[in-house]
């Protein structure tokens, strides 16, 4: 949960999603209008296309018949270029002459005379033209070279007087029929003989485009302002969250501030009048000893037991709270004379208990702070002795390491504990339910699950149930 609302992260976030948005609307809409300009291309060769073929089923059919005769009229006088066939002119029985009428010269023809019907700008042309009319421009000669080098179409846009043209050229090979006419030029079966060229005007192929594009600019701009739209709503969903969620996390501070200062006032407050029952109880004792029955004796006992687990424990919330204020003071350590420290504070205990102790064979270099380090073995010792019971005959310190943690384990052979429970063990303030005649504060697990945690590492607990347990903490190798 976020406590403090940093400005800038959030509308830098949404800035950008809404940048990455923008940049695929602007991807989609050119990829659309590319699209929609290949489409007015692949129309306008597809109406090329259409008109090349209708010419060339044309002039087959009139190359079948090897030309064809006509009624030579002003319009229609003998070709010339076919001079060098014999009998291009003949006379029928009636008188009239006719004469042969070649493919090229037919559909020039029709072009000429029915222009107004037959729209597209047609040619036939060759780079070796027998009439001069159908010699190449330059456009042409480029595309028949391609012809030459094994193509079989070529097709550029050109712009012809200010307007745009697809122009299209298909190969013409020499065919068997062909040859009754062309063979003399020095032409074989298969020879490019030329090509067939339409040129189809894109006006009105880029008036229809014109007009898809600008539905494509309407709807992609759309697009871009609801997204827009939704990435703004969804942003100012998320900062009113994260305002509820600051001060959440404030309201929250605040209160554990007013618990930490209510357990500071209590923990100081109480901690006076304890030592002064704990002296004065003594006083009593002393002073009184031959005044007091053995009943008032033992109840001075009772009373100086009780006032010492107060203080142990007003104690031990002190420790609590400065474990969670304090910062921690890391430093190389080395964990055997830390253990042997605390080793040595427990010395008399051990022996009249008749304990073991064992300390771990090898350790690495431990980077962590000292006294928190101190606290937890100690704590853990503690607990051990304290609730470990008359069967608690050793404790032992393991060690074992991996890339990230230290990993510690203490374990002891006293009182089972239940195995559900050895974990619950660390929740605050809960003490051994197995044990409640013992004396001594819960808080101890509570201060070393804190200061573990402010080593970045965990802790658990684990019983086999039978005999005593075994308390791990690791201690991160990143401080
Ligand atoms: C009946 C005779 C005849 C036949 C058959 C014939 N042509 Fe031609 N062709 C001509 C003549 C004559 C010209 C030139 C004069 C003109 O344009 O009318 C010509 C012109 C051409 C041209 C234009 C370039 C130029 O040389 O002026 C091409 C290309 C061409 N013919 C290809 C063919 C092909 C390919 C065939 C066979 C499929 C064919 N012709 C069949 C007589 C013929």
Same mark, same amino acid.
């Given at each position: 949960?976020?406590?403090?609302?940093?400005?800038?992260?959030?509308?830098g976030r949404y800035l950008v999603?809404?940048?990455?948005?923008?940049?695929?609307?602007?991807?989609?809409? !050119?990829?659309?209008?590319?699209?929609?300009?290949?489409?007015?291309?692949?129309?306008?060769?597809?109406?090329?296309?259409?008109?090349?073929?209708?010419?060339? @089923?044309?002039?087959?059919?009139?190359?079948?018949?090897?030309?064809? !005769?006509?009624?030579?009229?002003?319009?229609?006088?003998?070709?010339?270029?076919?001079?060098?066939?014999?009998?291009?002119?003949?006379?029928? #029985?009636?008188?009239?002459?006719?004469?042969?009428?070649?493919?090229?010269?037919? $559909?020039?023809?029709?072009?000429?005379?029915?222009?107004?019907?037959?729209?597209?700008?047609?040619?036939?042309? +060759? $780079?070796?033209?027998?009439? #001069?009319?159908?010699?190449?421009?330059?456009?042409?000669?480029?595309? $028949?070279?391609?012809?030459?080098?094994?193509?079989?179409?070529? @097709?550029?846009?050109?712009?012809?007087?200010?307007?745009?043209?697809?122009?299209?050229?298909?190969?013409?090979?020499?065919? #068997?029929?062909?040859?009754?006419?062309?063979?003399?030029?020095?032409?074989?079966?298969?020879?490019?003989?030329?090509?067939?060229?339409?040129?189809?005007?894109?006006?009105?192929?880029?008036?229809?485009?014109?007009? +898809?594009?600008?539905k494509l600019q309407i709807s992609?701009?759309?697009?871009?302002?609801?997204?827009?739209?939704?990435?703004?709503?969804?942003?100012?969903?998320?900062?009113?969250?994260?305002?509820?969620?600051?001060? @959440?996390?404030?309201?929250?501070?605040?209160?554990?501030?007013?618990?930490?200062?209510?357990?500071?006032?209590?923990?100081?407050?109480?901690?006076?009048?304890?030592?002064?029952?704990?002296?004065?109880?003594k006083l009593l004792k002393r002073?009184?000893?031959?005044?007091?029955?053995?009943?008032?004796?033992?109840?001075?006992?009772?009373?100086?037991?009780?006032?010492?687990?107060?203080?142990?424990?007003?104690?031990?919330?002190?420790?609590?709270?400065?474990?969670?204020?304090?910062?921690?003071?890391?430093?190389?350590?080395?964990?055997?004379?830390?253990?042997?420290?605390?080793?040595?504070?427990?010395?008399?205990?051990?022996?009249?208990?008749?304990?073991?102790?064992?300390?771990?064979?090898?350790?690495?270099?431990?980077?962590?702070?000292?006294? @928190?380090?101190?606290?937890?073995?100690?704590?853990?010792?503690?607990?051990?002795?304290?609730?470990?019971?008359?069967?608690? +005959?050793?404790?032992?310190?393991?060690?074992?390491?991996?890339?990230?943690?230290?990993?510690?384990?203490?374990?002891?052979?006293?009182?089972?504990?239940?195995?559900?429970?050895?974990?619950?063990?660390?929740?605050?303030?809960?003490?051994?339910?197995?044990?409640?005649?013992?004396?001594?504060?819960?808080?101890?697990?509570?201060?070393?699950?804190?200061?573990?945690?402010?080593?970045?590492?965990?802790?658990?607990?684990?019983?086999?149930?039978?005999?005593?347990?075994?308390?791990?903490?690791?201690?991160?190798?990143?401080?």
């Amino acid at each position: 949960m976020p406590d403090t609302y940093k400005p800038g992260v959030l509308e830098g976030r949404y800035l950008v999603i809404a940048l990455i948005w923008a940049v695929l609307c602007c991807i989609s809409a !050119y990829w659309n209008i590319t699209t929609e300009k290949e489409k007015t291309l692949q129309l306008a060769q597809k109406e090329a296309l259409t008109i090349l073929d209708k010419d060339q @089923a044309l002039r087959f059919w009139a190359t079948d018949h090897e030309g064809f !005769y006509v009624p030579v009229t002003e319009e229609t006088p003998p070709n010339t270029y076919l001079s060098h066939i014999p009998e291009r002119d003949i006379v029928t #029985p009636s008188g009239k002459q006719l004469t042969l009428m070649n493919p090229a010269y037919m $559909l020039r023809q029709v072009m000429n005379h029915y222009s107004n019907l037959y729209s597209a700008n047609c040619n036939i042309t +060759s $780079l070796k033209a027998l009439n #001069p009319i159908n010699t190449p421009d330059e456009w042409e000669v480029k595309a $028949l070279h391609t012809f030459n080098n094994g193509n079989n179409e070529y @097709a550029e846009v050109q712009q012809i007087e200010g307007q745009q043209f697809l122009r299209f050229m298909r190969v013409m090979y020499t065919q #068997p029929g062909c040859l009754k006419c062309h063979a003399h030029q020095g032409y074989n079966l298969g020879d490019v003989r030329g090509g067939l060229s339409v040129s189809v005007s894109l006006a009105p192929y880029r008036e229809m485009e014109k007009r +898809s594009i600008q539905k494509l600019q309407i709807s992609h701009t759309f697009f871009l302002f609801s997204g827009f739209g939704v990435i703004f709503f969804i942003y100012h969903r998320s900062r009113k969250r994260i305002f509820e969620q600051v001060d @959440a996390a404030k309201n929250l501070r605040e209160e554990s501030e007013k618990i930490k200062l209510f357990a500071y006032s209590v923990a100081h407050d109480l901690k006076n009048p304890v030592i002064a029952i704990h002296g004065l109880t003594k006083l009593l004792k002393r002073q009184y000893k031959d005044t007091l029955n053995d009943k008032g004796l033992n109840y001075c006992d009772k009373i100086t037991q009780s006032a010492a687990e107060i203080e142990n424990f007003v104690e031990q919330i002190n420790v609590y709270i400065s474990a969670k204020e304090h910062p921690l003071v890391i430093e190389e350590l080395d964990f055997l004379q830390l253990c042997q420290t605390v080793r040595n504070e427990y010395t008399s205990q051990l022996q009249t208990r008749n304990i073991h102790w064992s300390n771990p064979s090898q350790v690495s270099i431990i980077r962590a702070d000292r006294i @928190a380090l101190l606290r937890i073995i100690r704590n853990f010792i503690d607990n051990a002795l304290k609730y470990g019971g008359e069967s608690l +005959s050793r404790i032992e310190i393991t060690y074992q390491e991996t890339d990230d943690f230290h990993t510690i384990c203490v374990l002891n052979d006293g009182n089972a504990i239940p195995p559900d429970d050895c974990q619950k063990l660390f929740a605050h303030f809960k003490r051994s339910p197995t044990d409640t005649t013992v004396e001594g504060a819960g808080l101890g697990l509570a201060i070393i699950s804190e200061l573990v945690q402010l080593h970045n590492g965990e802790t658990w607990g684990w019983s086999d149930g039978r005999i005593g347990a075994s308390f791990y903490f690791t201690i991160s190798k990143k401080l």
